[in-house]
């Protein structure tokens, strides 16, 4: 009878144990913008021209999606330090341009958040589907102070982490950080702990590169490369409502990539490295760089 019961209860922590490792593999989820030669967005392609490498090592594309509706939750993120103030109205229309047409279009379950930052960071109002209420907010605020750049994205990011859907960090500023207590590379592990797609918005505050926060900016534009964003260097006016348009273009017409990780060593590292080779060598896919591997979704 013990000779019987034996294997059968080895039998069943076998099974057990392959059970437990089924659920924990995570589906890792890419927002995918693919364009071509002229930096046009290229919509209409199917799965099969998609190849995706988790730490060099090919995997199988679960799920597929063309210009994936799943609803946004964007983090706006307004620099009011005392630089930015001769500039605060006008950026204060763009934004109100760019809310205005979030809520217009796309999913009914788009929502913002809208924070600013100096010395310190605040959320002036969580998320929510009102543009007149994050509109509303920005009235009160009054430019002044230093610039707490990455403890800002580090803070908005955070509070993404653990929100269904795509994730997006909007951030306008003229690229200076003064005051963060965070570091660098905080922030940046809390974006891609999050998997929020950043689109830093410089607002050039002089054209010429003497005077110009560029460790700032240089940090901006590796924060936009690694999460699959974009960095802008607009004027006030036209050229910023622009920008906000190009951003909600992107948003749109993501493609969405899913994956089971499949064939990586017991030793990987803790980041992986994800890279998305197009079959069209014409294309260009546009997506984060990698992902924390321990985080659940």
């Given at each position: 009878m013990i000779r019987r019961i034996i294997p059968l209860l080895m039998s069943l922590a076998l099974a057990s144990a392959q059970t437990d490792f089924k659920v924990n593999v995570r589906l890792v989820r890419l927002m995918i913008n693919v364009k071509n030669p002229a930096g046009e967005l290229v919509g209409s392609l199917e799965k099969d021209e998609f190849s995706v490498f988790d730490n060099g090592v090919e995997q199988q594309i679960a799920n597929f999606e063309h210009y994936t509706n799943r609803p946004l939750s964007v983090a706006v993120l307004v620099d009011a330090s005392g630089s930015t103030a001769k500039d605060w109205q006008y950026e204060v229309k763009s934004l109100r341009k760019f809310l205005d047409a979030l809520f217009r279009e796309g999913n009914e379950k788009d929502m913002a958040a809208l924070?600013?930052?100096?010395?310190?960071?605040?959320?002036?109002?969580?998320?929510?589907?009102?543009?007149?209420?994050?509109?509303?907010?920005?009235?009160?605020?009054?430019?002044?102070?230093?610039?707490?750049?990455?403890?800002?994205?580090?803070?908005?990011?955070?509070?993404?982490?653990?929100?269904?859907?795509?994730?997006?960090?909007?951030?306008?500023?003229?690229g200076g950080n003064t005051t963060s207590s965070k570091p660098y590379k905080d922030a940046k592990e809390a974006a891609q702990r999050a998997d929020a797609v950043m689109y830093p918005i410089v607002v050039v505050p002089i054209e010429n590169d003497a005077g110009r926060n560029l460790g700032g900016e240089h940090a901006l534009q590796t924060l936009a490369s690694d999460t699959g964003g974009r960095e802008f260097y607009p004027t006030i006016g036209e050229k910023l409502d622009q920008v906000f348009t190009e951003i909600l273009r992107d948003l749109r017409a993501q493609y969405m990539v899913g994956y089971y990780p499949r064939g990586l060593g017991a030793d990987s590292p803790n980041f992986h490295t994800v890279r998305v080779v197009m079959k069209r060598k014409d294309l260009q896919a546009q997506t984060r760089t990698g992902y924390y591997g321990e985080e659940s979704r």
């Open positions: 924070y600013t930052f100096n010395y310190d960071v605040t959320m002036q109002h969580d998320f929510t589907r009102s543009a007149k209420r994050l509109e509303d907010r920005l009235r009160y605020v009054k430019p002044e102070g230093g610039t707490s750049l990455y403890d800002a994205i580090y803070h908005a990011a955070r509070d993404l982490q653990h929100r269904d859907g795509r994730r997006v960090i909007v951030l306008v500023s003229d």
